[in-house]
Every structure is written in C-alpha cells, then in structure tokens.
C-alpha cells in the first residue's frame, strides 16, 4: 500500500521559512522522482520541485527557484523541501508526490504521477 505523508506546513510571516517532510512507504524509493505541487484556492496546480532519488539532480519551478531547495534521504525514504524568502504569493496547500515523469519547460514543472499524498497548508502572511 503506497503512502506518502507530507507534514510541516504551518503559518508564517512573509519572509520567514518552513521546512516540508515527505515520508514515503510502499514502493521502491528510488524508483521514482520525488516531487512537490502546490494548490491555491482557485488556481491550478503547480509543479514547483523534483529530485531525482537516483541521481540527486533537482528541478525547479521559476517561481520558487532561489528560494526554495529540495533534497531526499533515501535511507529514510523522506523528501524535504526547504522553503526560506517566503512571499504571500506561496499560499496553497503543498503535495507531495512520486512522478515517474518529469519535465522543465520554460520555467514551468511538469510532473506525472501515479501516487501523491495528502496536502498540508501553507500559508504565508503580509
């Protein structure tokens, strides 16, 4: 039974950091990326991160690059994604998932996935 547990969200000052965990179970962890999506009240998804559990190569959405970085311990199973220079704009709630298929076109992150966890609420204030 695949899970992925994503916690860490929280309220938080423009400016101001969190840090996202992804614990995954259920699967072979370096057989996938490992990656994160985000959601705003009535917005589409976005694709903002992805690391390859393989190799360590990372992607990154424009409008996160910079800002945020994502990194995996394998022996753990977990991603983290580090968020710092939050912006309001950052308000969603954050997804974790495990593409088998990731792509970097024009500074937008495209993921395809089979699994994903449930959400956690992030929510930057002014």
């Known amino acids: 039974d695949v899970q992925l547990q994503a916690s860490g969200g929280g309220l938080v000052q423009a400016g101001g950091s969190l840090r996202l965990s992804c614990a995954a179970s259920?699967?072979?962890?370096?057989?996938?990326?490992m990656g994160w999506f985000r959601q705003a009240p009535g917005k589409e998804p976005e694709g903002i991160s992805c690391?390859?559990?393989?190799?360590?190569?990372?992607y990154y959405a424009d409008s996160v690059k910079g800002r945020f970085t994502i990194s995996s311990d394998n022996a753990k199973n977990t991603v983290y994604l580090q968020m710092n220079s939050l912006k309001p704009e950052d308000t969603a709630v954050y997804y974790c998932?495990?593409?088998?298929?990731?792509?970097?076109?024009?500074?937008?992150?495209?993921?395809?996935?089979?699994?994903r966890g449930q959400g956690t609420l992030v929510t930057v204030s002014s």
């Open positions: 998932a495990a593409p088998y298929e990731v792509g970097l076109t024009l500074g937008i992150l495209h993921m395809e996935y089979d699994y």
């Open positions: 259920g699967y072979t962890f370096d057989d996938y990326f």
């Open positions: 690391i390859s559990t393989s190799d360590g190569k990372t």
